[in-house]
Structure formats: C-alpha cells, structure tokens
C-alpha cells in the first residue's frame, strides 16, 4: 500500500522541540540519578566485585532480543498505519507474543543458573538467577515506550523513565550498601518488579491478547534481519571485549573498563532523547523517498545528522577535558581507567552517528550488506581482541574507535551513498568524522590531565577548572550560531 507523508501540521515544529527538550530534561534527571548510582557502586563493590556484577550483566545483554525486536517493528510501522483496527491487532499479536517468549526465556536463564552451581561462584549463579523477570519487564517496558514515543506522548515516557530511574538507583545503592555484590543482583530483581508494576497502574496503554500469524511472520520478517541479527551482532562485540579483558587479564580489570563505558555511557542521553524524538519524522521522511524522486528524506537526514553531530561533539569535548580531575577525586580506585574512559568517550560520537544512520536504514529496508559487514566485523573483532587484552584497556577502546567509526562509515555510505555524489558524499564523511578529533585537540591544548580537586584545593581549583570549561563551551556555542547563520544547519530541528 503506498503511503503519502503529507506536510507537518501547524505546531509540529513547537511539538517537537518541546519533546526533546521535555526528553532531554527527563534524562538529566534519570542521568543524574544514574550519576549518584554510578558514584556508589564502584566505590562500594571495588573493581573485582564491579567487575563481576557487569560480567554477569553481559548476559542480560541478550534479554533484549528474546522478543525478537517487536518495539522496533513498532517504532518503524507504526508511523505509517493509518487504520485502528491494523494498529490494535498488531500490538495484541506482539505483546501475546512477548509475553510467551519471555515466560520461555525465564524458566531457560533459572535452569541455567541450576545447572552452573558446581562451576561458576555462588554470587555469578544468584546474578543468572536474579535476570529471570529481566525479559519480561524489557520487554513489555519496549511496548509501551515504542507506543508513546510513535505518538508523540514524551511528557508521559519521561515520566515513567524518571520513576523507573529512581526507583532504580534506590534499591540499587540501599541494597549494595547493605548486602554488597548479592545486594546488587537482588536489587535488579526488585527493579524488574517494580517496572511490571509500574506500567499496569500508571501507563495510558493498554494491550489486549490476540494472535494473528501473518501479522507476526510480517513483523518478524523486518525485526529478526534488522534488530535481532544486527542486535546479537552488536551485542556479541561488546561482549566480547568484556570477555577478553576477563579472560586475559582478570574480573578486576573487568571492573576498569566497565566503569569506563558507564562513564562515556552518560553521553548517550542526548543520542536517546534525538532518536526518541524524531525517529518517527526520520521513519517518515525515507518512506515518502520510496515515492517520489530526489532524496529529500535522505537530505533531511543528512541535515539532522549534522546537527546532531556538532551538539554531540561539544558534550564530549565537556567530558574529555573534565574526567581526570573528577575521576581522581570522584573515584580514586579507577584512576587506572582513566585513559580508556576518554577513549571510549570519542568512540561514543562515531557510535551516536551510526545509531541515527541506522533508524533511516531500517526505513530504507537495505539492511542485508549491513549484517554482511557486522558479521565480518565480529569476525575480525575476535582475534584482535584476544591480541589487544593484555596490552591493556586502553588498546581496547583504541580498537572500539576503529570499530565504530567504520561502522559509521558503512551505515552513512549505504544511507546516503547513492544520494550525494561520490566526492561531495567523501568530503562530508571526512568533516564529520575529522569532528571526533575535537576533544583530544581541546584536551591537548588546555593540558589538564593532571589537575586533581581535593578537599584541600577544591575551592581554588574547581571554579577554576569549571570556568576553563564553561569558555570551552561558551567557544563551541559562538562557533554553533556562526553555523547556523551562515548554513541554517540547526533549522532541521524546528522544520523538514
């Protein structure tokens, strides 16, 4: 059925700026909320027990994908059902459908935990134990989210986010405190509880049971190649650097790095809050490519991404120059860590470029060259890897720059590719990523690496430092508005 995307109403630019900024307020606070988890629990478990905790995490990196993507399949068709009846029916198949998957997933991850008592620690076993709700809370937690972010319902998301967040950080800093590692996995439990709850008493959706299999063969012919696939794909990179740096070097040093990724990790509330936002506009604008000639979806994609890219490069910039004196002061037991986190926070702009590149992807439906490159990638990943690890952490996040940049290279050339000509299409990828360079050129020049806040200088030194920030930043955005004078680049937020 073809789909013709008519002209945004009158306010939909308001709307949608006022989404992303009620978003992005959202995330501050459930970021900032995941600071104070994020100060505690390194400092409370240390580096062996942290590392375990995000070793047996690992596995709940798959708990995503035992839905087999049915919030994604929704996040892409959703925009384009026009009929009720279509809409209802299709969220009453994949929700009963959710539903069975994860009651299968759940009694697989206890019989797991039973039959690994005589091999792994008993902490690892209760943790295995302790995802079994984990499926299920995701994946209902998915549905509705996916629901409210396709109808444009982003004070009601946030609010659940922000309740889901704090409820969270409490059980998971009491409960540390109190029981330690054991304290921690329970608190995961806890939380998988309170979700379920949460949703059924304050979410404005309701989903009833129903099943219809051409519906679900449909929604698994798009979800299984684009999130499944791709997903397990992505899932297993990350894994496995977990895994080398556990097996080569030891759980302590498992601890470092993932302190390091949760750090740069706090980046992402900007790429959430963008892709909440406007990946039903992006969705719709590459559908209405497929009906019509000329590129404009594409060209409004490219806009966004530009814009995207330059907001986020001043976020890193921010955190690259300011981690070693916070970090020292914040968390003395992973100062070791420290050049692998600001690795990893450059390695987080080339991801946010491919996150954005892959919601036009998916509504372009070229996905196949794209797991032919992931697969290749995980491929070569295993080896290097395993040759890296005990060079140390900081060669790791290295290989996670490469990594993510070529990915955002592949994801961008099959995008947008045969949209631009070649050299206009080189020439822009060649700017936009010679951008991830910022950061360490910013770090470079001010030279702060080795200034500490202590009790003792913390009232000379941090206005100090804050203010050599704060002109960092008062630089970046003059250079924003000469930007935006001179190409219009930001307008792509307010219009298409």
């Not at 063969?217 to 397990?232: C, E, K, M, Q, Y």
């Not at 706090?266 to 892709?275: E, Q, S, Y």
């Not at 822009?428 to 360490?440: H, K």
Request: glycine share 8%.
């Amino acid at each position: 059925m073809a789909v013709s995307i008519v002209e945004p109403p009158r306010g939909f630019a308001y709307e949608r700026v006022r989404g992303l900024i009620v978003y992005l307020g959202s995330q501050i606070l459930a970021q900032g909320t995941a600071v104070v988890r994020g100060l505690f629990l390194p400092n409370l478990l240390g580096p062996a027990g942290y590392g375990l905790v995000a070793t047996v995490n690992a596995v709940d990196r798959y708990t995503p994908y035992v839905s087999v993507g049915a919030h994604y399949y929704l996040v892409n068709r959703l925009p384009v059902v026009d009929d009720d009846e279509e809409r209802q029916r299709i969220l009453a198949t994949l929700f009963t459908f959710t539903l069975v998957t994860s009651v299968a997933a759940a009694l697989l991850l206890v019989a797991t935990a039973v039959s690994r008592i005589d091999v792994l620690p008993w902490a690892a076993v209760f943790g295995i134990a302790t995802l079994a709700l984990n499926p299920l809370a995701g994946g209902i937690w998915r549905l509705h989210q996916a629901v409210l972010r396709v109808d444009g319902r982003i004070p009601r998301l946030s609010g659940l986010t922000n309740a889901q967040s704090l409820a969270s950080s409490i059980l998971l800093v009491g409960m540390t405190w109190t029981w330690g590692v054991t304290g921690t996995f329970m608190a995961q439990l806890l939380t998988a509880v309170f979700v379920l709850a949460l949703l059924f008493s304050a979410s404005p959706c309701r989903f009833r049971l129903g099943f219809e299999w051409a519906l679900l063969r449909r929604a698994l012919a798009f979800s299984i190649p684009v999130f499944v696939v791709s997903g397990l794909l992505i899932t297993t990179l990350d894994s496995l650097e977990i895994f080398a740096i556990g097996t080569r070097l030891g759980i302590s040093t498992v601890g470092h790095y993932a302190w390091a990724l949760a750090v740069a990790g706090l980046l992402f509330m900007w790429t959430n809050g963008l892709t909440t936002v406007f990946s039903t506009p992006v969705v719709q604008a590459i559908h209405a490519d497929r009906n019509s000639s000329g590129g404009a979806g594409v060209r409004y994609f490219a806009r966004l991404l530009i814009a995207n890219s330059l907001v986020f490069v001043g976020l890193a910039t921010l955190a690259y120059v300011l981690l070693p004196a916070v970090a020292r002061v914040l968390f003395p037991g992973y100062a070791d860590a420290i050049l692998a986190a600001r690795i990893v926070v450059v390695s987080t702009y080339y991801e946010n470029i491919a996150v954005l590149g892959l919601f036009a992807l998916t509504a372009q439906h070229r996905f196949t060259p794209y797991l032919i490159f992931l697969a290749a990638l995980v491929a070569a990943m295993f080896p290097l890897l395993w040759w890296l690890a005990p060079k140390g952490i900081a060669w790791v996040a290295g290989l996670a720059v490469a990594r993510r940049l070529v990915k955002a290279h592949v994801v961008l050339r099959l995008v947008a590719g045969s949209v631009f000509g070649r050299a206009r299409f080189l020439a822009g990828c060649i700017g936009l990523y010679a951008m991830g360079a910022l950061p360490v050129l910013v770090g470079w020049l001010l030279d702060l690496d080795d200034v500490a806040i202590t009790r003792e200088n913390a009232w000379t030194v941090a206005p100090h430092l804050f203010g050599v920030a704060a002109l960092v930043m008062a630089a970046y955005l003059i250079v924003l508005y000469l930007a935006q004078r001179r190409f219009g680049l930001l307008e792509v937020l307010w219009r298409r």
